[in-house]
């Protein structure tokens, strides 16, 4: 069973004898008309109606009767103030009568107070569906605005619809394979309304991204150290999504180090080493301006010696000075590779999806200058252009690995397709 049959279900077309058949189950004959009444049956309702109106009226007659006996009755005897208050005096409780009752209603209401309201953990499918709310109704609203502004599947039909992907952030290429595809579905099946193709066109969103179904999204932890890589510019979340991560591997036993090797940026060693802080793993930093190859190098060498299950390398993104990066990511390599000659096993590249396109021009420029196994996705809570992974699966296919939700420290996860993609297309059929 496809990626598509496993999220919406298999579309099965219903034989033309259960739609005949049905269709005459249904058909009403009978009228609504009401049958008209006989003279007899006429008189015997309206004497009825009066029985009902003469019996309302003797009621309404008693009502009256009884509230003017009770203004008959004798008044109230007024009691002098000075009475009452000596009434009062006379009974007032001692203060401390019973005080170990007066303990217990004091405990009791300080429980009342304070209540403990237990956090409601997300489910990943819940994180998936917050996170792509805004791509999800920006994408619907749109879809929905294209169908019910034609009637007719044209030329200007499949023109528009190509111009509604490309403002999708799916990509250009993405959207002119996806209007050809409907072109030749729209022939095949002789579709002649715009409502026949809605189902079509998001088995063909579905099928883009599942292609030969071959993934790989999983992470290539090893047995024993796993190195990851993680390139990105500065500003999409790079250093954030390491310290997540960190946090998230600790949680799972894991025993994590961190390495600050974007040495030239004082605020990004300094921003990492307070991650290490908060979530209590040690970080590898090197003085001020030093060889980013050099703090490597010995991150490496005490990850093998403290017997570290999992190294995370935060490195520069100045992608402004091509040349020079692509050198010091060459140089991070084989330094690397001199302590672990298999590593990296991972080199993710940080991408905002907020960026939308221009996440995809950073993802080809990185993928010239170092080889990337995965993309870390950051900010898909707040943005609508998540199409983006459509778009760099169809024209780069780097799986996307790792996708942030949010800003909470637990908000980061292993990327999942199928989630994915009910995420963003739930209710659109």
Known sequence: MGLFDRLFGKK?????????????????LSEDTEPALTEAEEILQEEAEFEIVEQAVLQEEEIQDTVEENNNLEPVVEVPQEEIEELLNSEEVPEEENPELEEAVEENNSEVLEPETPRVEETVQEKYDRSLKKTRTGFGARLNAFFANFRSVDEEFFEELEELLIMSDVGVQVASNLTEELRYEAKLENAKKPDALRRVIIEKLVELYEKDGNYDESI???DGLTVMLFVGVNGVGKTTSIGKLAHRYKQAGKKVMLVAADTFRAGAVAQLAEWGR????????GPEKAD??????DGMERAVAEGIDILMIDTAG?????????????????????????APHETFLALD???GQNALVQAKEFSKITPLTGIVLTKIDGTARGGVVLAIREELNIPVKLIGFGE??????????????????????
Do not use: C, Y
Not at 278 to 285: H, L, S
Not at 321 to 342: F, S, T, Y
């Open 12 to 28: 099965e077309e219903p034989k033309i004898e259960e739609v005949v058949k049905e269709a005459l189950e249904n058909l009403d």
């Open 220 to 222: 290539h932890f090893q």
């Open 278 to 285: 908060r979530v209590d793993v040690p970080v590898v930093t």
């Open 292 to 297: 980013p190859a050099s703090v490597v190098f």
């Open 318 to 342: 100045r992608l402004q000075n091509k040349d020079n990066l692509m050198a010091e990511l060459e140089k991070i390599g084989r330094i690397i590779k001199r302590v672990v000659p298999e």
């Open 353 to 355: 999806a907020s960026t």
């Open 408 to 429: 909470k420290i637990d908000d980061i996860g292993e990327f999942n397709s199928e989630n994915f993609m009910k995420g963003l297309l739930e209710g659109l059929l």
